[in-house]
């Protein structure tokens, strides 16, 4: 069964700074997605990031960026020039590929909460 | 963009009430998910359904039910209602492999007395 592992419960930082948040996860599968979803105290579910596990670049979206080590299974999330809109709840999430079958729902990790000071 | 669509937003219901939440996916998305959160917690699986039919079922408690219409809106029939039900329902809604994301609708609150 796959786990996904958040270790920092609570994390901040100052506005403009950069932040890095952990998430490991375990798995068997060598082809998979990762994610990261964002929940602002609206509780709204926002996907920040997505990564596919044979892709060896590293996926950007802006100002949020991903460091995945593939053997390490280690999928780390860079969030640079922080703003206080990005005070949220953010999840790490894993989920099998569409030739799995069944079984593809999103195993989460229990969050990071970070908070964005000004 | 179109996002995936959750009504009613907010539901008051009494204990062993019924309620019906609904959720209508991105256009061309053939897969529906559902979720429950608790405060603080991370999402729970409910159930999820792929062309209309259910492909995987998780912690879903007997007294609820769920269908996929043809139109591919779904719905979560839950009844005999418990405090413990109250809870964020999220549906999330992705077309498997193109580009097989799961996005989020608004989530329906729950608030059982």
């Known amino acids: 069964a796959q786990t996904v592992t958040q270790s920092q419960p609570e994390m901040s930082v100052q506005e403009a700074e950069t932040v890095t948040l952990s998430c490991t996860y375990d798995t068997s599968e060598s082809n998979y997605y990762l994610f990261w979803y964002k929940q602002p105290p609206s509780r709204q579910m926002i996907l920040v990031i997505r990564?596919?596990?044979?892709k060896q670049q590293n996926a950007t979206e802006n100002r949020f960026s991903v460091n995945f080590q593939k053997a390490a299974k280690s999928f780390s999330l860079k969030i640079s020039d922080s703003q206080l809109g990005d005070t949220a709840m953010y999840f790490c999430a894993f989920m099998k590929p569409f030739n799995a079958g069944n079984n593809r729902k999103l195993i989460w990790g229990l969050g990071t909460s970070l908070a964005v000071n000004p | 963009a179109a996002g995936v669509i959750q009504s009613p937003r907010h539901l008051i219901k009494e204990k062993r009430e019924t309620a019906t939440l609904k959720c209508y996916p991105i256009?061309?998305?053939?897969?529906v998910y559902w979720y429950q959160q608790g405060p603080g917690q991370d999402p729970q699986f409910l159930i999820s359904?792929?062309?209309?039919?259910?492909?995987d079922k998780g912690s879903i408690p007997d007294r609820f039910s769920a269908q996929q219409f043809s139109d591919y809106h779904s719905e979560l029939n839950m009844s005999s209602l418990e405090l413990g039900d109250s809870a964020l329902y999220f549906c999330?809604?992705?077309?498997?492999?193109?580009?097989?994301?799961?996005?989020f609708g608004p989530g329906t609150r729950l608030t059982v007395l």
């Open positions: 990564q596919e596990a044979y």
């Open positions: 256009p061309r998305h053939d897969t």
């Open positions: 999330a809604s992705s077309r498997q492999g193109f580009p097989d994301t799961q996005y």
């Open positions: 359904f792929y062309e209309k039919m259910q492909s």
